[in-house]
């Protein structure tokens, strides 16, 4: 087996812990966690998503500050249907 797509699958497998949170802290203190281990994990693809992340940790979290009632699916599809 090659060990690079095992590590990127198990990050991948751990974000999905991230939606069952419910409060902004413990989901942001989360998502740095699983931001490290992405850099610590040396995989180019892991550590671009990862700063991605970084870049708008703050908007991902209002998310969470809204309490999962909105999200920007209902921008997207006004956006569609204009187009």
């Known amino acids: 087996m090659n060990l690079n797509t095992v590590k990127a699958y198990l990050l991948k497998e751990q974000f999905h812990k991230f939606w069952e949170y419910k409060s902004p802290t413990w989901a942001g203190k989360f998502l740095d966690q699983w931001c490290e281990s992405a850099h610590e994990s040396k995989l180019e693809p892991m550590i671009k998503v990862a700063k991605m992340l970084q870049k708008h940790r703050e908007l ?19 956006n569609r249907k204009i187009n």
């Not at 991902?60 to 006004?78: C, D, P, T």
Request: glycine share 10%; proline share 0%; charged share 20%.
């Open 60 to 78: 991902i979290l209002n998310y969470f500050r809204a309490k999962k009632q909105f999200n920007s699916g209902i921008v997207e599809g006004m």
